[in-house]
């Protein structure tokens, strides 16, 4: 499988959500099974049903992080060197063309991406827009109201 690129902050909340899984969500999950069955006749035990479900989805989410991680490719982007130009975990100031209005963006791997936190996926079009430009740069970007244009104020590593 390829590796798919993950901030450090990114690969550290998926080590979180993993260390919770694993000793929180699977060990409760463990329990209500083993309180549904001294309930009696499991053929028409609701209670274990739903327990059984939740287990399901707790392993399956343990083994979708897990691969999430052996196949990751940390980058910090403190430690970037890109003379400036946009790349994976750059965070850019940018200013809409049209409207003058000014946003920062933080290009991150699909994981991480939340918009509202200002974190953009790397697959998303504004991101791939604006990959290997500079400061002063002007990206289009197809989005679904048409074509907008985004000016690069400023490109860091941080």
Sequence with gaps: MTKVPVTVNGAEKLRAELHHLKTVERPRAI???AEARSHGDLSENAEYDAAK???AFVEGRIKEVESKLANAQIIDPKLLDAN?????GATLDLE????????????????????????????SPIARALIG??????????????????????????
Excluded: L, T
Excluded at 84 to 88: A, I, P, W
Excluded at 133 to 158: C, H, S, W
């Design 96 to 123: 809409d063309q049209e409207s003058g209005s000014r946003v920062s963006y933080q290009i991150v791997g699909e994981d991480e991406a939340d918009i509202k936190a200002g974190k953009i996926s790397i697959n």
């Design 84 to 88: 400036g130009r946009c790349v994976f």
């Design 31 to 33: 329990s209500a099974i």
């Design 53 to 55: 479900e939740r287990q």
């Design 133 to 158: 430009k500079f400061a002063g740069d002007i990206a289009e970007v197809q989005a679904p109201g048409g074509v907008r244009e985004y000016e690069v104020i400023d490109v860091r590593y941080n």
